[in-house]
């Protein structure tokens, strides 16, 4: 249960991931790119471009992403659920796509106490482990296809 | 300047730390014991189920046994384990005079080896030592945890405290966070405990075997993504001083089962 595992197929996958990103675009930077924050969001997608919404759901209850260690949401798939933090059902009435951009790359902009991770941030932080030194808990493009999931919990 | 010294240092000038905002009130103190459903409860409390109880046994097995060019074993100079081992474990860590700062029951064994049985260290997490350990903290059982109350330990209680209360890791959270601020909450479904430290070694299912404490604060750490501090490190050693001091009242349970 704790620490989250990655399972065999997460594992998988990430190898898949790497392999294309060294692929893809060879010699990026691994730090997050400049944004831009405007009054309570970030108006503009970090890639540039729309995420997607069902890779989306797919990662908000992947362990390894960890938003259900803490969150529950409409995922009747899986009882795996957290209860330390707001059930997601209905993020997308309560906040714009600006917003919740905004919440993932920096939880602590809308609250200096709150235990949820800053997503799109890699400075700052005491003792990060060799594996993940230097580098943000997500990429540009996983945001944005969360954030597009995360648009689309309206009921 | 090394870690021990900086704090003994600092013991100049400290006070003794008042209850801070968000610490867990002494009355409302809980073992890990009463979050676990009652399978893992009475696994626990049957001592021919619980699986901790073979390491006790193996740890008795070695308490007489000779070792080291001494040719000596525990059992020469501390004779019959029951009286002489009655109530230690409850009062560990424990501030060592000749090193100038607290050592943990692993530690303390361990010293025995060198100094007294002239034999080699036993590594952290092999099977004799926490056979050993097992054996030694089971002669504590029902007591009421006292570690902390040697007024030298205040500055390394402090230190463990800061440890405790400060967020790190790519997840930036601390141990406070989980288990001071969201005990009884879950975490993807299971269960977060106020982290009391009064079973170890312990028997988790998870793990399929006894391990130490420091076992588990290794992987609270790796859970938030932090660099685990090394077995035996004096960080380490001040968090787990300061669980135990936090824990104080608390009986000890070794050997405790776990889910």
Redesign the interface.
């Given at each position: 249960?704790?620490?989250?595992r990655s399972s065999r197929r997460t594992r998988a996958a990430a190898a898949l991931i790497a392999a294309s990103l060294v692929f893809a675009t060879g010699a990026q930077a691994e730090g997050p790119v400049p944004y831009r924050i405007a009054g309570d969001g970030i108006p503009e997608s970090l890639t540039g471009a729309p995420g997607d919404a069902t890779r989306g759901r797919a990662l908000v209850l992947a362990?390894t992403t960890?938003c259900?260690?803490?969150h529950s949401g409409p995922f009747p798939e899986t009882?795996?659920?957290?209860?330390?933090a707001p059930d997601l059902t209905g993020a997308g009435n309560r906040w714009s796509v600006s917003q919740l951009r905004l919440r993932l790359v920096d939880a602590s902009h809308f609250n200096p106490e709150t235990?949820m991770?800053?997503y799109y941030r890699a400075d700052g932080?005491?003792?990060?482990?060799?594996?993940?030194a230097g580098?943000p808990?997500l990429s540009a493009t996983e945001i944005e296809d969360i954030v597009a999931f995360l648009a689309t919990l309206r009921d | 300047m090394s870690f021990w010294r900086a704090i003994a240092l600092a013991a100049l000038c400290a006070a003794a730390p008042a209850l801070l905002a968000g610490e867990i009130p002494p009355e409302a103190r809980r073992s890990g014991y009463s979050f676990m459903g009652p399978d893992t409860r009475a696994m626990q409390d049957d001592d021919t189920s619980n699986p901790g109880m073979l390491f006790v046994l193996d740890g008795e097995a070695l308490w007489t046994k000779k070792a080291g060019s001494a040719d000596k074993a525990c059992a020469d100079c501390h004779g019959d384990a029951r009286s002489s081992m009655k109530g230690v474990a409850a009062r560990y860590p424990a501030f060592d005079k000749s090193l100038g700062h607290p050592v943990t029951l692993d530690q303390r064994i361990n010293l025995c080896r060198a100094d007294h049985q002239q034999a080699t260290p036993l590594p952290y997490e092999s099977r004799d030592l926490l056979a050993l350990s097992a054996f030694v903290a089971h002669q504590s059982r029902g007591f009421a945890i006292t570690a902390g109350d040697d007024p030298q330990l205040k500055p390394f209680v402090a230190q463990g405290r800061d440890l405790f209360m400060?967020?790190?890791?790519?997840?930036?959270?601390a141990c406070t966070?989980c288990h001071d601020?969201?005990f009884d909450?879950?975490?993807?479904?299971?269960p977060i405990t106020q982290a009391q430290p009064t079973g170890y070694p312990l028997y988790r299912l998870?793990w399929q075997t006894l391990g130490s404490l420091e076992r588990r604060l290794r992987?609270?750490m790796?859970?938030?993504?932090?660099?685990?501090y090394d077995y035996g490190s004096p960080e380490l050693v001040t968090l787990e001083l300061y669980l135990m001091s936090r824990a104080r009242g608390l009986p000890m349970e070794t050997p405790a089962v776990r889910p």
């Open positions: 249960m704790w620490p989250p362990r960890t259900i260690l803490c009882r795996f659920q957290g209860d330390l235990i991770p800053s932080l005491v003792r990060v482990g060799r594996n993940f580098k808990i | 400060r967020r790190e890791g790519q997840l930036n959270l966070n601020d969201n909450k879950r975490l993807a479904g299971a998870e992987s609270c790796t859970g938030v993504r932090a660099q685990a």
